[in-house]
Nanobody
Framework: QVQPVESGGGSVQAGGSLRLSCGVS????????VAWFRQAPGKEREGVAA???????TYADSVKGRFTISKDNAKNILYLQMNSLKPEDTAMYYC??????????????????WGQGTQVTVSS
């Protein structure tokens, strides 16, 4: 059974940084597209960043220049480095893998496997 598990969330002041991690059992990140999503209360889940098998990445406009997605294929861990955090980044962050969507839609929620999420809270 494929089960991503996120960690690294927490509370931070605006302008601060956090690094999220996501490990997975029963699956290999090197062979798949992996992504981070987030969902704030009362809002739809949105794609934040995705990284393809070849290491190329896609970012939501709202996080470009501040967030960096990466993966360690040897350890099978996905990361999201978040810098210059803003209060509007406050959300539950989810790791997803097992991409099932169209090639140009890596930030759509067309993934088969999802973690339980880790909370990120940014105070002003």
């Amino acid at each position: 059974q494929v089960q991503p598990v996120e960690s690294g969330g927490g509370s931070v002041q605006a302008g601060g940084s956090l690094r999220l991690s996501c490990g997975v059992s029963g699956h290999t990140y090197s062979a798949d597209c992996v992504a981070w999503f987030r969902q704030a209360p009362g809002k739809e889940r949105e794609g934040v960043a995705a990284i393809r098998r070849d290491g190329s990445a896609t970012y939501a406009d709202s996080v470009k220049g501040r967030f960096t997605i990466s993966k360690d294929n040897a350890k099978n861990i996905l990361y999201l480095q978040m810098n210059s955090l803003k209060p509007e980044d406050t959300a539950m962050y989810y790791c997803a893998t097992g991409f099932r969507g169209a090639p140009g839609a890596r930030l759509d929620p067309a993934y088969a496997y999802w973690g339980q999420g880790t909370q990120v809270t940014v105070s002003s």
